[in-house]
């Protein structure tokens, strides 16, 4: 019986997710053990070693031991702080990349850059969640009456309609924590998606919204029902722009008035194509040019033959 | 890439020169170049040839295919048809261009050639664009175009790809979305099937 707790209880330590039913008849040594590598886990920061010689160590010993002799079921349970959470390691990458390297965290992408799943510390994909969402509250909420300025209580009440931004409403639209509905913010609705559907070159993109794409495919992903069209709809609009984007990058002078009626991923796409186009034109009417010595080779001064002897 | 970078590879092509003086074999990273002699036709490359041609050294005898016939030819050809032809030289704009820039005197014709280089260039460059345009309209996963050089390539090359790019993970929200609501509609139903579509999702 001994024996089998023990091992139980050492496999489910490495597993980091100890829940361990104990019986008091457990060996000490043991628990100790396990007890000073939980604590050592939870708290490498302090300096913690095997030895058990912190004060908070001790005291945490003290109370599992009050609590094993007196007659309770016991579990020990990890908690796993902020470990494996995407954001967390993130900010911790950095900042570990500018205590070392002492360089400042910017990340601007570039579209070469840019791979499929965009950076946790993209601006574009910052502002795009930021666009805002019509939310509707399912649940009351104490304290938050301020989100709502037309609101005089301290609280929202249920069914209070409110614009939060994209990150905030995801986060509090979950399964686990359903405390808002979300709805289909305009530009994504049938009315606007007919207009796109009827030609979506005539549109002025830059005024549907800054972050149309991203913040579609965003908002697309959401457990809607019209969530399949609106993904169908972007692919289609990029595909239907496309060409006049490109055309407009390869044959444009500098107007900038082209240039704001893109998205930001059309506009980057955009400058793209025009930087290319620019500099092809500047090849094909550059003058013939003239192979010339390297600065090096003309200051490199010959040896005499004087110098040479002596060596 | 930079046009000048796709200049610097093709100025690796050969050419035939006569020098107008006479030097023992050179011996170059590239390769050896030489011997020169006098009168006597030499093969080298377009770099060093129009070096020498700058400093009045050599004549430049013009590639086989740059004549008035065979690029008319070509350019006949070319927009009789709908994909794109093998052109006589793979850097047949770069060379036009920098022979004709520096060695006009030499090559017979000149302006002619400059004038119907220049046409099939437009003809191909507006082919390449309409070609893009129907690729990305049809949503098209892989194209083939046969004989484009390098330039041309280069013409199209950040935009053309990263287009590509987003576009794939735009369709790819989609197609998540639809694995989702169809397990969404079986967990509705049937818990033990949705989970294993889950699983079926995470795993593939």
Known sequence: ?311 | MDPSVVEFLAEDQMVNIVPSFSCDRVFLICGEVGPFRAGLPVKVPIWLALNLRQRQKCRVLPPDWMNVEQLLQAKEEESQSRFFNKMPSEHYMVEGRLLLGIAAEDIPQADEIRTILKDIWDIRMSKLRSSIDAFIKTGGTHAKLDHLTDMEINSIRPLLPHALDEMFSLQRVVRTHIFLYISNIFLSRNNSSALLLHYFIIST
Request: proline share 4%; charged share 25%; hydrophobic share 35%.
């Open chain 1, 1 to 311: 019986m001994e024996k089998d707790v023990t091992c139980e209880m050492d496999r489910q330590n490495k597993k980091r997710n100890c829940v361990g039913k104990n019986d008091a008849e457990t060996d000490q040594e043991e628990e100790k053990e396990l007890v000073g590598s939980l604590v050592v886990k939870k708290l490498p920061s302090e300096g913690c070693t095997g030895k058990n010689e912190d004060p908070l160590v001790l005291r945490t010993q003290q109370l599992f031991h009050t609590l094993l002799s007196s007659d309770c079921e016991l579990g020990v349970v990890w908690i796993p702080g902020h470990v494996g959470i995407r954001g967390n390691e993130a900010a911790d990458a950095a900042a570990k990349d500018g205590a070392t390297n002492g360089t400042l965290v910017y990340w601007r992408e570039s579209m070469a850059g840019r791979s499929l799943t965009p950076h946790y510390f993209s601006l574009e994909d910052i502002f795009a969640t930021q666009e805002r969402v019509p939310c509707k509250f399912i649940l009351p909420v104490p304290r938050l009456g301020f989100l709502d300025p037309s609101s005089e209580s301290d609280d929202i009440v249920v069914g209070t309609s409110a614009e939060l931004p994209f990150w905030l409403a995801r986060a509090i639209s979950s399964r686990r924590r359903n405390i808002v509905t979300i709805d289909i913010p305009k530009i994504y609705k049938e009315a606007y998606r007919e207009i796109l559907k009827a030609d979506a070159c005539v549109v002025d993109l830059h005024k549907f919204g800054l972050f149309f794409y991203q913040f579609g495919a965003y908002i697309s992903r959401l457990n809607h029902r019209d969530s399949a069209a609106i993904g169908a709809i972007l692919v289609q609009t990029f595909k239907e722009r496309f060409r006049q984007v490109m055309d407009w990058a390869h044959n444009s002078g500098t107007d900038p008035a082209i240039s704001q009626r893109l998205d930001s991923l059309e506009r980057s796409l955009f400058r793209e194509g025009h930087q290319t186009q620019a500099q092809l034109d500047a090849w094909l009417s550059q003058g013939p040019e003239r192979i010339t010595a390297a600065q090096m080779v003309v200051n490199h001064k010959k040896r005499k033959l004087a110098d040479l002897e002596h060596l």
